[in-house]
């Protein structure tokens, strides 16, 4: 079992929609967690940290279910500047990040 | 600005060559600095943990003699991969933790190995 999952990809979305993006992880060990953008032949840059009592950033919202482990990151109204691939990232450490394979947005006009 | 950067972003070199990489950590420095792999569609893998004045710590199933890193001074981290094969072709990123809550990336090396 892979460690951290992700929706398969890609979403293809219009500019204005809401969309979702699920990620669980299997090392119950993991004590934050993260969500990157990735975008093509570029390095992940961090969107941002995900909290237990949730946390928001503009139009994106993250949250966390220890219980399920589940976290999810919400966009709301879409703009094209959104299309990347969104990374999923549990950390049980101070090294330590594993990555989910990523899910792949695409914001179409 | 960026706050690591990589050396060079991109190689092409001919199986059997040796290829370096380097990552610099700009503003701050990293006594602890991170290599990861990342193959097309695939998730980053953390290939080992570079520690400034002593030896690497690898995952397992990374080759050490394979991936040589050397962590030299507290803002350069190298990555040599010895005599590279066409399997070893894919974008290698460095990353570096200025403070316990942030991570940042190199802007990656892609290599393709001939």
């Known amino acids: 079992r892979k460690e951290v999952e992700q929706d398969p990809g890609p979403f293809n979305v219009p500019e204005g929609a809401t969309v979702a993006f699920n990620c669980t992880y299997s090392?119950?060990?993991?004590?934050?967690f993260f969500w990157y953008r990735q975008d093509c032949r570029k390095e992940p840059k961090l969107l941002m940290s995900?909290?237990?009592s949730g946390n928001e950033d503009g139009r994106f919202t993250a949250q966390l279910n220890r219980a399920s482990q589940y976290i999810s990151l919400l966009i709301r109204d879409s703009k094209l500047s959104d299309s990347a691939t969104y990374l999923c990232?549990?950390?049980?450490?101070?090294?330590?990040?594993?990555f989910g394979k990523g899910t792949m947005l695409l914001v179409s006009p | 600005g960026a706050v690591v950067s990589q050396h060079p972003s991109w190689v092409i070199c001919k199986s059997g060559t040796s290829v370096k990489i380097e990552c610099r950590s700009l503003?701050?420095?990293?006594?602890?600095m991170f290599w990861y792999r990342q193959f097309p569609k695939q998730s980053l893998m953390l290939m080992a943990t570079?520690?400034?004045?002593?030896?690497?710590?690898?995952e397992q199933g990374v080759e050490k003699d394979k991936f040589l890193i050397n962590h030299a001074s507290l803002t350069l981290s190298t990555l040599t991969v010895t005599s590279a094969h066409p399997e070893d072709s894919s974008f290698y990123i460095c990353?570096?933790?200025?403070?316990?809550?942030?991570?940042?990336f190199g802007p990656g090396t892609r290599l393709l190995v001939l």
């Open positions: 990232v549990a950390s049980s450490g101070y090294s330590t990040l594993t």
């Open positions: 503003d701050f420095q990293a006594t602890t």
């Open positions: 570079s520690n400034e004045g002593s030896k690497a710590t690898y």
């Open positions: 090392n119950s060990a993991s004590q934050s």
């Open positions: 995900v909290y237990s």
């Open positions: 990353s570096a933790r200025p403070t316990a809550e942030t991570q940042y």
